[in-house]
Nanobody
């Protein structure tokens, strides 16, 4: 199982970014995919998830600004981040639980700073 995340970068407050995570080695279309983030000195936290039926959950801290979507043909899950704030600065990880194991992407750094 491999999860390849991309799309991070340095942006100013109020700007947008879209993260992508492409999966291989799993039956992508039937798996719930997740996005987590870890800010410096803090624990990793759940940002949101999307099920195979495209039902999503989003953390209260980003609700209304972030959305999760998926493209089963491209085996890719997306995290659209709008109205970014400095407190969104973190390494963002995609995740899948597969056959009772947790798999993580390599992480992509998002820095929000003026």
């Amino acid at each position: 199982v491999q999860l390849q995340a991309s799309g991070g970068g340095l942006v100013q407050p109020g700007e947008s970014l879209r993260l992508s995570c492409t999966a291989s080695g799993i039956n992508f279309r039937i798996n719930t995919m997740g996005w987590y983030r870890q800010a410096p000195g803090q624990q990793r936290e759940l940002v949101g998830t999307i099920t195979s039926g495209r039902t999503t959950t989003i953390s209260d801290s980003v609700k209304g600004r972030f959305t999760i979507s998926r493209d089963n043909v491209k085996r890719t899950v997306f995290l659209q981040m709008n109205s970014l704030k400095p407190e969104d600065t973190a390494v963002y990880y995609c995740h899948v639980r597969y056959h009772d194991y947790d798999f993580w992407g390599q992480g992509t750094l998002v820095t929000v700073s003026s």
